[in-house]
Every structure is written in C-alpha cells, then in structure tokens.
C-alpha cells in the first residue's frame, strides 16, 4: 500500500464509492463532495483550492441594507421581474462610473446570480435567428456555462485563446463568425480559469467582428476590477474596467456580487444589456414570446418564468452596496486585493518545490497575481497529477474539463487558503516533490 499523507486506505475508498471515473475529469462540486467526504472520515484538514468561493466577510454595508429591508416586511412581496428602481439606478451609475459606458437604467437587470443571466441569454439568443443555431466560448472557461448549454440543448464551439493573443485573434475569430452559425460569443475578463486579461487591441477586435457580423458578445466580469496591476477602485476616474461595450453595440455584461462584494450566498447578480440590444427587434423571437422586442421578451418571456424574479431583499443589499461604490465610501478593490497577495505568495510555493505556472504571460508581460492561477507538474497530465494530489490533502480542478488545450494543467483558487496554511501548504508540496 502507498504511503501518502492523507490514509491510502480511506482515499481510495472515498474515490470509488462516489462513483467517479476520475478525479482528474470530475466536476467543480463533485471534487467538493468527495474532499467533504475525506476530511469527514481522516479528520485532516485539506488544501482546498476547487471551489471558486469568497474567502473574505460579506460586505457590511450590503448586510444592513439587506437587514433593514427585510424589516421594511420586503419578504412578504414579490419583487418586480425588471428589478427595483434604487438597484437599476444604481447599476447604470456604476458602469458608468467604473466602465465608462452608458446603459438606461431600464436594461439593467437583476438576476439570480450570474449563473442565471448566463442561463436566461443562452436560452433567448439560440432563439435569435432560425439559422444560426451555435455558441462560440472563448476558452478557457467556466465549466458550468457548457454544462447549461447541454441542459438546454443548444449547440456551442470553442478554442483556446491562449495561442490566439493580439493580432491573431482576429482571423481565429473570424473564421467561426463567417460560417454564420454564430448568434454569440462568451468570455470572462479577468479569465477563470487562466487569469489572462484581454487588452484594449483585444476587446477591441471583439467588437469589431461582433458588429460586423451581428454576432451578440456576452462578457463575464465576475471578478469586476481584480486584475491587480491596474487600480480600476476610482468611480468616475480613468483607468476604468475594460470592456468590448467600448467598441460594439452587441453587448451583454454580467456582473457578479459573489466575488467584488462577498455576497455569494444571496445569489444576485447584474445583467446589463446595451440600450441598442434591449430595443432591437428580432422576429423569430415571436415564436416562443409575445414580443419580438429583445428586452421585454427576456424580463416577460424569460427571466420571468426562471424565477419570477430576483429576492427581494437582497436586491436593497446589493443597491446599498452599488452606492457605496458610486460616493466613494466603500473601495471596491481594497476589500478583494488580498487574493492577489496571496496568489503571489502561492504560485512562489508551488514553483519552489517543482511545479511550472501554465498561463503564465499576458502576451508580452508577467500574468497577473488574482483570485486564480494555474499550475502543472514536469511528467503528469493533468488527470493523473490531480488524481495524486488527492493523496497528499491538496484539492483544486483540471483545466481538462475548462475547454483549455494545455491537458497538464491545475486550476487553482486562492480564495479559502488562509495565511495559516502556508506553511502547511509548503510542507506538503514538498512532500509530493519527495516523493515524485
């Protein structure tokens, strides 16, 4: 029997009781479910770095705001499915304050996290036109989204930005484009789950392929000013949070509280559609909606039936937040500037004991230190080397289940790693070097 940190014996065990082919190839939340399952029956505390979870307290400004409402007796009433008037306001200010874009306060639109604005766009732009029927994700990404798409039904392709930076973007995009199957494209900047971040040339080109061809560009900001080597915290003052609404029209941004503001627990989240979307007209919409209008027939035909809207409380959380932002008396990037700090602290560790850092350069500088990063270990695939971290108390997700092409890389989170576990994180990884 191999002698490994964590009893050989129970891992195994725990591994093939739940069912999985592989850790390497398993799913965000069945690494959790299984490391729950091992610290439960060894008593050892892992390394967790899977779940891309708020390591840091909820907002305290949001939690009252949210207190107070629910004392208000918000709890017995159904909110509006557009969203409440103080939290539209209070989104359009934002973007205009931190993104330097204007959108009405009409076409923004509170969801059930991001999660469901992604949910709720994949299901009405797959409606768009009857002959373009496909997804384009600009990988790598949140493993999720694709996992909706299959839900739904709904066809999408994708390819690995990483060898495609700058100019060479613009051919690879390009040629998905002209096919005409493409009714949108989805990324995330700051990227989950390589930290890459996508330049002004870049986005730039994005939206000028999105307008060119009509194709809708849905731009995930769940980790909204936490590239660190710039300080997007200012509201009102450049530099703002990059974004493609800066070059087309053809936009939907999704802006999480879950990570920025510590509120993942409430599941609210921001859908922000351009005013030029939200009025288009798109007749094959009025075979499943009552409006061909782009914005009635997402509130009224689609976030409506998801949920008949977004909790009522938590949308007072979230405005009072916003407002903070908005008057400068809360620093949205100060309260999450720790990850950085510790993912820089971190990925010394790994490299210390032998491993490489696999997206490590935005084109031609260092990647920045955030919320993620991503390592692999000389001889492993990615598969075999997260089977084997199992055995030594470290937990994280291949980028095999990504849409990454680097099949020997690890997705790290730094989020729920407490300064405390350095040195047990170090001890460990200098075992695995031992052993390995």
């Known amino acids: 029997m191999k002698r490994t940190l964590i009893d050989y014996k129970i891992v195994a065990e725990k591994i093939l009781t739940s069912g999985l082919k592989s850790v390497g190839t398993a799913s965000i939340r069945e690494i959790k479910k299984l490391v729950d399952e091992i610290e439960k029956a060894t008593g050892e505390k892992f390394i967790r770095m899977e779940m891309g979870i708020p390591g840091l307290p909820s907002e305290k400004i949001g939690v009252e705001g949210q207190i107070d409402a629910l004392k208000k007796g918000v709890a017995a009433k159904y909110p509006d499915i557009q969203g409440i008037h103080e939290l539209k306001a209070g989104i359009s200010q934002f973007v205009k304050l931190f993104m330097d874009i204007e959108v009405n306060p009409e076409c923004c639109l509170p969801t059930v996290g991001s999660m469901q604005g992604s949910f709720a766009s994949f299901l009405m732009l797959s409606r768009l036109y009857h002959h373009r029927d496909t997804t384009l994700f600009i990988d790598p990404g949140f493993p999720v989204h694709k996992q909706q798409h299959r839900v739904l039904g709904r066809k999408f392709e994708s390819f690995d930005v990483y060898n495609y930076r700058g100019e060479k973007l613009r051919e690879k995009l390009e040629s998905y484009f002209k096919t005409g199957l493409i009714h949108s494209v989805l990324y995330s900047n ?41 300080d997007y ?109 510790k993912a820089k602290l971190m990925k010394k560790l790994f490299t210390d004991n032998g491993f490489e850092i696999v997206y490590d350069t935005d084109i031609d500088q260092p990647i920045a230190d955030g919320f993620y990063f991503t390592f692999s270990y000389p001889g492993m ?5 997260l089977n ?13 289940i990504t849409g990454s092409e680097r099949l020997e890389g690890i997705r790290a989170c730094t989020s729920l790693i407490q300064p405390e576990q350095f040195g047990d994180l170090e001890d460990r990884l200098k075992r695995f070097k031992a052993d390995h």
């Open 381 to 385: 695939d990615a598969e075999a080397l």
């Open 190 to 230: 700051p990227n989950n789950p390589s930290w890459i971040c996508f330049t002004e040339d870049e986005l730039k080109i994005i939206g000028e392929l999105a307008t060119k061809y009509n194709v809708i560009v849905m731009e995930d900001l769940a980790y909204f000013g936490m590239d660190f080597r710039k």
């Open 233 to 341: 915290s200012k509201p009102g003052v450049p530099p703002y949070q990059p974004t493609v609404a800066h070059y087309t029209n053809n936009y939907i941004l999704f802006i999480s509280s879950s990570k920025v503001f510590s509120y993942a627990g409430e599941r609210i989240g921001m859908m922000v559609i351009s005013d030029h979307l939200y009025h288009t007209r798109f007749e094959d919409l009025l075979q499943y909606y009552p409006s061909s209008q782009f914005g009635y027939a997402m509130v009224f035909g689609t976030l409506y039936p998801l949920s008949s809207g977004t909790s009522h409380s938590a949308q007072y959380a979230l405005a009072a937040m916003l407002k903070a932002a908005i008057n400068g008396s809360f620093n949205i990037v100060e309260s999450v500037r720790a990850y950085g700090e």
């Open 388 to 400: 084997e971290l199992v055995y030594y108390g470290i937990s994280a997700i291949s980028l095999l």
